[in-house]
């Protein structure tokens, strides 16, 4: 199976990195709108958009993903779109309603992200309860199953620990079974996809790193009798004409990182992830230079010359990985720089890697 490309859309301020390095990227809708449109045209599979209600590491301006994702479905023609959703904020009825809907617009390109919830301010400040970390994944877990029974059968009862629901009707359903993506590094997030999603997102990490992650929710996988699923794995991209150049990049952005909305994000995610039973969670490793990208996109190595990236991107694909996510500190430029020169060349190497042609 050929790896397919998704992209984060910016639909907040301040785009993909904590820097205060000036970026050519927009966060509006018409911004995100054009960035969809090129992204299709180029080669990439799937956009990603992000949950956030409340300004975190510097993102003053949010665009909701749900709202957005409509309006991209009704302006995109080929690219799935992907909704970040936040169990807990919202009810899986309606949820699944607006998927669905989402759906019908895009003519079956609709996904979900189950994001199961690292920042407590927005739970507090819209004076929702805060659960445990285990907890919230449980709850996560029950979402699904609600959408999953909504979107397949003529009526819904389902009484769960967190959600009630009584002969609940959907119409229409989905063109297509919409595609369930989920993230998290702790042990509850890969029981949770071992058990129940299509897709298992990853921060960034070393070749060794995703490795044993992979394996580890194969094997729940299999432990729970389920079918393939699939991983994702989050990369920053710095594309540049020679090595040098890409890695002074790097060197700018964290240099001029915003040293205080870094910290504020390294308290967030410490303090959600010292309540998994693990005492750790997503972050528990990453260093400030790999929280400045926040999920940890630099170190998965998508940094160099276009042919040492697609030369990466080949191993991750060697090692299990289905979809690779990018992020760009220019969107009006690296976007389309990565579709044009990086795509084309990961197919080809594909094609090596598969013995239908000698090199």
């Known amino acids: 199976m050929s790896l397919q490309f998704a992209f984060w859309a910016p639909n907040v301020s301040g785009g993909l990195v904590i820097t205060d390095l000036p970026q050519k990227t927009g966060w509006s809708f018409e911004d995100n709108k054009r960035y969809a449109q090129i992204a299709e045209k180029i080669g990439f599979d799937y956009v990603l958009l992000q949950t956030r209600f409340f300004a975190s590491y510097g993102a003053e301006n949010q665009l909701e993903a749900a709202s957005l994702a409509s309006a991209l479905a009704a302006t995109t023609k080929k690219l799935n779109i992907i909704t970040a959703v936040l169990p807990g904020l919202w009810h899986p009825g309606v949820v699944a309603k607006i998927i669905s809907t989402i759906d019908q617009i895009s003519n079956g390109r609709a996904s979900i992200n189950i994001v199961s919830g690292w920042f407590k301010g927005e739970f507090n400040g819209y004076g929702e309860p805060w659960l445990d970390h285990d907890e919230r994944y449980r709850r996560s877990e029950e979402f699904i199953e609600v959408l999953r029974e909504l979107w397949t059968k003529e009526a819904t009862t389902f009484k769960g620990d967190f959600y009630r629901l009584n002969e609940a009707p959907l119409k229409p359903k989905p063109i297509n079974s919409p595609i369930i993506f989920q993230g998290g590094n702790s042990r509850a997030a890969k029981e949770m996809a071992g058990r129940v999603s299509d897709v298992y997102f990853m921060n960034g990490n070393t070749l060794e790193?995703?490795?044993?992650?992979?394996?580890?929710?194969?094997?729940?996988?299999?432990?729970?009798?389920?079918?393939?699923?699939?991983?994702?794995?989050?990369?920053f991209v710095i594309v540049r004409d020679t090595e040098e150049e890409a890695k002074q990049v790097l060197w700018?952005?964290?240099?001029?990182?915003?040293?205080?909305?870094?910290?504020?994000?390294?308290?967030?995610?410490?303090?959600?992830?010292?309540?998994?039973?693990?005492g750790k969670g997503m972050w528990a490793n990453a260093s400030f230079e790999n929280l400045v990208q926040y999920n940890d996109g630099f170190k998965t190595g998508l940094i160099g010359t276009a042919e040492q990236v697609a030369d990466r991107i080949i191993e991750l694909k060697k090692i299990g990985v289905d979809i690779v996510l990018t992020g760009f500190l220019h969107y009006d430029e690296d976007l389309q720089a990565f579709g044009e020169k990086v795509i084309p060349l990961v197919k080809q190497k594909e094609v090596q890697l598969a013995g239908k042609i000698t090199v």
Do not use: T
Not at 210 to 220: D, F, G, R, S, W
Not at 258 to 267: D, Q, Y
């Open 209 to 235: 790193n995703i490795k044993e992650q992979i394996e580890e929710v194969k094997a729940l996988r299999k432990e729970n009798g389920g079918e393939d699923i699939q991983f994702g794995v989050n990369g």
């Open 252 to 278: 700018d952005i964290v240099a001029n990182a915003n040293k205080e909305a870094v910290e504020g994000f390294k308290s967030s995610v410490k303090a959600a992830g010292a309540s998994s039973p693990e």
